[in-house]
């Protein structure tokens, strides 16, 4: 596998402009006779599906839900940066590439974060002409906030929904395209393969899930903006329909899957509360400026929260990081709050909760003001919980919230198939080893919107793609393949459920064995461990699991097998590339690598590079390597005492 | 505090669009009072699949409230009893055990069922298709300060925009009508400059495309307004009202 | 053409049921102006007849058109009814309002069709009654009939339940909802009504129990 990146040359601030420049391009009369496919319509694929229409090309896209509205872009609650620097206060491009590449411990690659910082300002606009209501102030002009612990206020936000209303200012756009002719919608499609022709990514293979009929979709190019593989954990704040598919199919098929084990841990998510949970629920970061994080000093203190006096109560991030106390960094917080429900101090039925506690700031600044600030998010706690935050402290827990890693793409976001790019969340690209708050929508957006057109106009500039159509054997192999597959799933069903398990089932026990091996704290000895025990799983999965119904119909157990089953296969990268990383970077701890003080040790010796992962066939999965040089920055260590 | 409590419910089973349903009756045990409603369904689906049975397809996704994939009428109720929530965000603590729910999908002539509680709302999508955006391409926009928009304006806009694509204005009006869907979309359009600039052919057009989709027609029954997730207002409606009157008048 | 397109619209049908409600309101205001005289006396209400009808062109173009508005009214309405019923039968086996108050808008089109039976039966009894006698006697000999004055009062309850739906509903149509108006249309759509019904009532009730007898 040849990893190149393809960065061009010339200073930082040029690089964007000198590759346009470079970049073949395709005559406006041409462009109708290209197909472009694009799997996904959350910000990236919405956002990319009608810009390529826009510019003449034939579209066609594909949703799993019943509305291209629905893709999960649309949970994202606190906003998207760009580096308009309307606050005067400091901000620009650079900086916000910066702040990216350090947030990100960086493990990212220069020439991509400071691309992504120069278009932050044209999404914005072109957000705002497409009437998405964003926050405004009493002038009329648009409002910022400062977010995630970023020192300038950069991002921009519609009440607590931004992630819904840039996509739906996407889907619009999408919408007027389909309008238009120039993109055919298919819904209730989920993406089972990528079909490659002489190499060259040429089409998909796509099941409809209502009449379960397999179809192939041929194409010049084909654009994967699929999203993250948080579900892999079975329980994460991604949607339930949110799996790893997509790329996983990308990736047997000779596609680079790059860190698949950055995964984002979020600190502020309301705790698991019984063994039926499908879904975890994220609370807003800004808590944490006025709460209190605490769990009892004694291992299993069962009292009330009220009844523990002060002395017994353990306020450990304040006590360890005497500097930031309860505003340390995502991953910072969310380890230390395991950390200590491992050691028995967690609180709630389950044990697994920390306090977030509202009192001190509530006797301090009124009820009135902790209300006016926190009141939504208070509700939305007690609508799930039963709870009142104002009077009784939170519970809160980590949750897995998004995954950095992705399919390898190079400068121009294209995957190591030719004509297979992956744009947003699937990709690696810019988020390094950790995101910062407010950036997955402004990547999204860039990719969709600024950067991918480009690129497909490149490939299709430089390549000459002879005509096949859907009757070709690679498509035929490729559907046959897809039916095999389902039929093997099914394999078990006859002769009832006795004995067998389902789906979920399995989806739970992989869940569990990587969250409590692969989550934000790791080690070699238990990483070893899972890899020993993913593919007990694996065989129980595909010797028990029991399926009701069958493939020509709606099927939604049949689906959710079919995405288990590649979260499975998914999983084995997962922890042979947190195992190789034998440092702690972004969001993870490795355990072997501390400093003295317990903190998280980086080693950019080492380990600056991106680990590229390459299915080896029924053999072991090759590691390879992008090694990442900082011209322009120079990397440091993060500290928080 | 979490506690536990059983229910029969009672729940419309239809296999494809063309068979007939039926309501089929299901009795649950030990329904832990903090689960969601769509949790309760998961927890009968396992134990449907373990019977051998086939399990209840019911259309949900991100399970947070904002997606707007989820829904049902329960005991006649778009999104079921409590206020301002979807499926997805209503917790078992608001039933008493011993009750039975009857679980119904959303109706409209304009939602086909495709299976059970799953239900085809490709409609919104069209009267979106028809007009619901602002008709400019990518780049080559004006800066995003260049108009500036009173925040009471942006705020009315935000309001109307809030509105999730559910479709349980469609199911509970008594007329089947998509008036709050549509005119959410126009008014959040008509709020904002950059909307105003097509508001005219907008409104024309997305009504027309409403009302070629086989929704009925508004009688300002208020249902929409009062079962909406997202607390949408029928100011709206007056709003589309106004733009359409005028669009009528002089563009028509 | 655009009016065909903007009448067979839904938004259309809405309005126009609107403007011919507007129009028969204010139609009830006049109706309700000049019946007022009745409480002043016997004498005052015939002179108002009178006048009344001392202008038969008036009297045939206001009468006409007004019917004219009073067909629309009801045809687009039925049709309405009738495609709303296709949309909405049987759709649910459990249904349920949520909106308080909602009897007044479920019912608006029985509400209109009991008014439209009473406004047959109350046109063929005073305007079509015999030209020689007084029309204030024709009210008093007819409304003194308990049950035909009982009927009278039924039909004005039913008008004031469509009304109080009605006059809410115009406004809304006619996009006028603004949340600093909200509390005094919401009042006002209940006063209006209610005035009516006093009005109107209240003369069927004054022939009724015989108060009016000496009229």
């Avoid at chain 1, 099927?555 to 084995?572: H, K, P, T, W």
Wanted: glycine share 8%; net charge neutral.
């Amino acid at each position: 596998m040849e990893l190149n990146a393809r960065v061009p040359a010339g200073p930082l601030a040029e690089k964007w402009d000198n590759h346009r420049f470079a970049n073949k391009l395709v005559n406006p009369a041409n462009r109708r006779k290209y197909r472009a496919i694009v799997v996904g319509t959350g910000l990236a694929g919405a956002s990319a599906a009608a810009t390529l229409a826009e510019q003449g090309y034939q579209v066609q896209v594909f949703c799993i839900q019943d509305s291209p509205r629905r893709a999960h872009s649309i949970a994202a609650q606190g906003g998207i940066n760009a580096a308009k620097s309307y606050q005067n206060d400091g901000d620009s491009v650079f900086r916000l590439f910066y702040d990216t590449i350090k947030g990100g411990d960086f493990r990212a690659r220069e020439a991509n974060v400071y691309r992504l910082a120069q278009v932050s300002n044209e999404i914005i606009d072109q957000c705002v002409a497409q009437g998405v209501p964003f926050a405004r102030e009493y002038g009329g002009t648009l409002a910022n906030r400062s977010f995630g612990g970023a020192q300038v206020s950069r991002t921009f936000y519609a009440r607590g929904q931004t992630g819904q209303q840039l996509l739906l200012g996407a889907y619009g756009a999408l919408s007027r395209q389909i309008k238009a002719g120039r993109v055919a919608m298919f819904t209730r499609r989920e993406m089972m393969d990528v079909v490659l022709v002489d190499g060259r990514a040429r089409g998909i293979t796509s099941r409809n899930i209502i009449t379960g009929e397999m179809e192939s979709h041929v194409a010049d190019v084909v654009i994967l903006a699929t999203g993250g593989y948080g579900n892999v954990y079975f329980l994460s704040t991604n949607a339930m329909a949110s799996n790893v598919t997509a790329a996983w199919r990308a990736y047997r098929c000779g596609a680079g899957f790059a860190n698949p084990s950055f995964v984002q841990i979020h600190p502020t998510c309301i705790p698991v509360h019984g063994d039926y949970q499908s879904k975890l629920t994220l609370m807003s970061e800004s808590l944490r400026n006025d709460g209190r994080v605490w769990v009892p000093k004694n291992q299993g203190d069962l009292r009330k929260p009220a009844d523990i006096p002060e002395a017994e109560r353990d306020y450990y991030l304040e006590n360890k990081y005497p500097s930031f106390g309860n505003l340390v960094p995502r991953d910072v917080a969310s380890r230390n709050a395991k950390e200590q429900c491992d050691l028995g101090k967690g609180v709630g039925s389950t044990g697994l909760a920390v306090y977030l506690d509202f009192a001190d700031a509530i006797s301090r600044d009124g009820r009135e003001t902790i209300f006016k600030k926190y009141g939504n998010l208070f509700q939305m706690y007690e609508k799930i919980t039963d709870s009142n935050p104002m009077v009784e402290p939170m519970m809160i827990y980590p949750a897995v919230h998004y995954t950095m890693g992705g399919l390898w793409v190079d400068y121009d976001l294209m995957t190591t198939i030719p004509g297979l790019f992956a744009i947003g969340e699937c990709n690696f690209s810019d988020h390094g080893a950790n995101r910062l708050g407010a950036s997955a929508l402004m990547q999204g957006l860039a990719d969709g919107y600024f950067i991918i057109a480009t690129a497909v106009a490149n490939y299709l500039g430089t390549n000459k793609l002879e005509q096949i159509n859907e009757h070709a054997a690679p498509f035929l192999d490729s559907r046959r393949g897809c039916e095999d597959r389902i039929a093997r799933l099914l394999k078990n069903s006859g002769g009832g459920p006795a004995g067998k398990c389902t789906v979920d089932e399995i989806h739970k026990e992989l869940g569990r064995l990587m969250w409590d091996n692969c989550g934000m704290a790791r080690n070699a000895t238990d990483l070893q461990a899972a890899l020993e025990e993913l593919p007990k799983i694996g065989k129980k999965f595909w010797d028990h699991v029991y399926i009701p119904g069958n493939t020509r119909e709606i099927n939604q157990s049949l689906e959710r097998a079919g995405r288990v089953a590649d979260f499975l296969e998914f999983a084995e990268i997962m922890i042979r590339d947190a195992l190789t990383r034998e440092e702690s970077c972004g969001c993870h701890l490795r355990e072997e690598s501390q400093t003295e003080e317990g903190e998280a040790k980086r080693d950019d010796a080492n380990y600056s590079h991106v680990s590229v992962w390459e299915h080896g066939g029924d053999g072991a999965p090759k590691l390879h390597k992008e090694p990442l040089s900082f011209e322009f920055v120079t990397p440091s260590q993060r500290s928080y005492k | 505090m979490s506690s536990s409590i059983n229910l029969t419910l009672k729940i419309w089973r239809q296999p494809h669009s063309d068979a007939l349903g039926s309501l089929e009756t299901y009795t649950l045990d030990h329904i832990s009072t903090d689960m969601s409603f769509l949790e309760m369904l998961d927890v009968l689906n396992e134990k449907l699949t373990k019977e051998g049975k086939d399990p209840v397809a019911f259309d949900h996704d991100c399970r947070e409230g904002i997606c707007g994939m989820c829904g049902a009428i329960v005991d006649g109720v778009a999104h079921g009893p409590e206020k301002e929530v979807t499926l997805c965000q209503l917790h078992m603590r608001h039933f008493k055990s011993g009750d039975t729910l009857v679980i119904e999908p959303f109706r409209s002539r304009a939602f086909p069922i495709k299976k059970d509680l799953l239900i085809d709302r490709s409609a919104l999508d069209r009267i979106i298709q028809s007009g619901g955006y602002v008709s400019v391409n990518t780049g080559g926009t004006p800066d995003g300060n260049s108009i500036p928009i009173p925040a009471k304006q942006a705020e009315l806009a935000m309001d109307a925009a809030a509105c999730i694509g559910c479709g349980a204005c469609v199911a509970s009006c008594p007329n089947g009508a998509a008036m709050l869907f549509t005119s959410a979309k126009i008014s959040q359009l008509a709020l904002l400059p950059q909307g105003q600039v097509e508001g005219k052919e907008r409104a024309l057009a997305m009504v027309a495309q409403m009302d070629s989709e086989g929704f009925g027609n508004c009688t300002n029954a208020r249902e929409c307004e009062a079962v909406c997730p997202k607390g949408i207002s029928i100011r709206n409606i007056a709003r589309l009202n106004r733009e359409y009157l005028t669009a009528v008048l002089s563009e028509g | 053409m655009w009016f065909v397109r903007f009448v067979t619209s839904s938004i259309g049908k809405k309005l126009v049921m609107a403007a011919t409600g507007l129009l028969l309101f204010l139609f009830l205001l006049t109706h309700a102006a000049g019946n007022a005289t009745i409480f002043m006396s016997s004498a005052v209400f015939q002179d108002y007849a009178d006048e009344l009808h001392s202008h038969p062109l008036i009297v045939l173009v206001f009468s006409s058109a007004l019917l004219a508005v009073l067909l629309v009214h009801i045809g687009v309405g039925l049709y309405l009814f009738y495609e709303n019923r296709a949309v909405s039968n049987n759709r649910y086996v459990v249904s349920k309002r949520v909106v308080k108050n909602s009897l007044a808008s479920a019912t608006m089109p029985y509400t209109g069709l009991f008014v439209l039976l009473f406004l047959v039966i109350h046109i063929f009894g005073f305007t079509f009654s015999p030209k020689d006698v007084p029309i204030s006697s024709t009210v008093r000999d007819m409304l003194s009939n308990f049950f035909y004055a009982l009927f009278y009062i039924t039909a004005f309850i039913a008008l004031t339940f469509h009304l109080s739906h009605g006059l809410w509903s115009m406004l809304q149509t006619f996009g006028v909802n603004h949340p600093r108006y909200e509390l005094f249309i919401a009042r006002l759509s209940l006063v209006l009504p209610l005035f009516f019904f006093l009005i109107f009532g209240g003369i069927a009730f004054y022939f009724m129990t015989g108060l009016g007898a000496n009229y």
